[in-house]
């Protein structure tokens, strides 16, 4: 059975820094591409950030509004998948989830809160 | 970057009665990559349609999705209390990943 579980949500301050991690299992990491979504309160799906695969070199893409301070990276012997965020903003509040991608097939974890505040 | 956009942004509907959901691409996609999510209030996302037709398997025969190109439909034949909620659709073949601003199917 797929499973991903996030974690690291936290309240933080403008300007500072958070890791998020999310721990897979029931399919092999390094074989799939896994992307970052987040959906801010009462909004909509917004996708952050993508790390394509082994096959495609671990290449990764991030969206606009964030790209420069986030890095979403991965280790494939702990199956999992990490998203470093710097230089944090209000707007970045938000549920995080981390999406899997098998054969073509979405698989969301259940996501982990991020609040920026001061 | 694909832009999905969705109609209505609110379906006002009567249990038993039919939905039926648009979600417009910007240019043609590959509806192997088109996906449809139900969510309702505090709770994540939920795959509902992949591969543009494909339904997820926790979800009954009432759901359906099709379409090709750039125009792709998602219908519930008839809406039972437990389908009042949000729903998105998502191309996610290449990045940017993109979402459709979403339609509430509401109860009338």
């Known amino acids: 059975e797929v499973q991903l579980v996030e974690s690291g949500g936290d309240l933080v301050q403008p300007g500072g820094s958070l890791r998020l991690s999310c721990a897979v299992s029931?399919?092999?990491?390094?074989?799939?591409?896994m992307d970052w979504v987040r959906q801010a309160p009462g909004k909509g799906l917004q996708w952050v950030a993508r790390?394509?695969?082994?096959?495609?070199?671990?290449?990764?893409d991030y969206a606009a509004s964030v790209k420069g301070r986030f890095t979403i990276s991965r280790d494939d012997s702990k199956n999992s998948l990490y998203l470093q965020m710097n230089s944090l903003k209000r707007e970045d509040t938000a549920v995080y989830y981390c999406?899997?991608?098998?054969?073509?097939?979405?698989?969301w974890g259940q996501g982990t809160l991020v609040t920026v505040y001061s | 970057e694909i832009v999905l956009t969705q109609s209505p942004g609110t379906l006002s509907l009567s249990p038993g009665e039919r939905a039926t959901l648009s979600c417009r691409a910007s240019?043609?996609?590959?509806?192997?990559?088109l996906g449809w999510y139900q969510q309702k209030p505090g709770q994540a996302p939920r795959l509902l349609i992949y591969?543009?037709?494909i339904r997820a398997t926790a979800f009954p025969d009432r759901f359906s999705g099709s379409g090709s190109g750039a125009d792709f439909t998602l219908t519930i034949s008839r809406l039972e209390p437990e389908d009042f909620a949000m729903y998105y659709c998502?191309?996610?073949?290449?990045?940017?990943?993109?979402f459709g601003q979403g339609t509430k199917v509401e109860i009338k």
């Open positions: 999406v899997s991608y098998r054969s073509g097939t979405p698989d």
């Open positions: 029931g399919f092999t990491l390094r074989d799939h591409f």
């Open positions: 790390s394509r695969n082994k096959a495609s070199g671990y290449t990764t």
């Open positions: 240019q043609s996609v590959s509806g192997s990559y």
């Open positions: 591969g543009a037709s």
């Open positions: 998502q191309w996610y073949g290449t990045s940017p990943v993109t």
